[in-house]
């Protein structure tokens, strides 16, 4: 891997990892056209430990809040009925699902489900589902209406987003929607139940992205180390935009994008320009 491929690869982490397009197919497509190889699973999961690092540090009052009325509420049952305590669980059982899926599915995610046919394919259906919910959908329950039932259906939605193109903020946001909760709850639940997946992820991948004899570019350390700090200042300035952003405007800017960048790579793939492995 140059320096040149360890930024680009970091600014496009930065910039798509919280919208609802899908970080890890921006990052298999933006590999195909520019360098004429995959960056690889791997790379991916470890410069998403720089756009978790930005979730963190943006919600850390929230997530010190929530960790700490979990931990008290294991003793003590007054504080089992906060919404903080539910919360909690709800992320961690949340979390599950792509857990699972993520191990039993391992080498499949990193193989034959970053088939570019497959990946533009994934952005233009799961553009039409979000454009489904975004019409569909109420939006009329707010955080304090959030249900376990919420946790595990919108767990499940993120679970999918282990094949590129689906989008993990996108899957989770349209499960939000379709349970008529508002555009703000389903967002900030989606970055809240990223952080266990991801990290995890990311950090059982460290040893693989420096692997030669593996899948994908070989970055250097200092590469690695430079791509997840860029993924993580846009990173945070993402989160902050999307959220007010969602607070005012409809979806649909992003399911127009979605449909427009598969269905180019589709031309692209038709005419031999890029190679769907």
């Not at 919404?83 to 059982?93: E, P, S």
């Not at 533009?120 to 939006?139: D, H, M, N, P």
């Not at 899948?215 to 300035?237: D, H, R």
Request: glycine fraction near 8%; aromatic fraction near 12%.
């Amino acid at each position: 891997m140059t320096w040149f491929e360890a930024i680009v690869l970091g600014v496009v982490q930065g910039l798509t990892e919280f919208l609802p397009i899908s970080s890890s197919a921006h990052m298999r497509i933006t590999s195909a056209l520019f360098f004429d190889e995959d960056a690889g699973a791997s790379f991916t999961a470890v410069t998403q430990l720089g756009t978790e690092a930005a979730v963190l540090i943006y919600f850390a009052k929230d997530i010190f809040r929530l960790s700490k009325t979990w931990i008290v509420g294991l003793w003590d049952r007054s504080v089992r009925s906060t919404l903080d305590y539910r919360m909690a669980w709800y992320v961690i059982i949340g979390s599950i699902p792509i857990g699972l899926f993520g191990f039993l599915f391992k080498d499949q995610i990193r193989s034959a489900a970053r088939n570019l046919y497959l990946v533009s394919t994934t952005l233009i259906v799961f553009a039409l589902v979000l454009a489904f919910a975004e019409y569909w959908g109420r939006k009329v329950r707010t955080i304090e209406q959030f249900t376990m039932k919420d946790g595990v259906v919108m767990g499940l939605a993120q679970a999918m987003a282990l094949v590129p193109g689906v989008s993990r903020s996108g899957g989770v946001v349209t499960a939000g929607l379709l349970l008529n909760l508002t555009r703000e709850t389903a967002t900030r639940y989606s970055f809240l139940l990223a952080i266990p997946a991801v990290v995890m992820s990311g950090i059982f991948s460290i040893p693989d992205v420096f692997d030669s004899s593996g899948e994908g570019l070989t970055p250097s350390g200092p590469q690695m180390i430079v791509a997840t700090l860029i993924a993580f200042g846009l990173g945070y300035a993402s989160i902050a935009w999307l959220l007010r952003y969602v607070a005012h405007h409809t979806l649909y800017v992003f399911v127009l994008y979605r449909v427009a960048l598969g269905s180019l790579v589709l031309c692209l793939l038709a005419a031999g320009t890029i190679s769907a492995t």
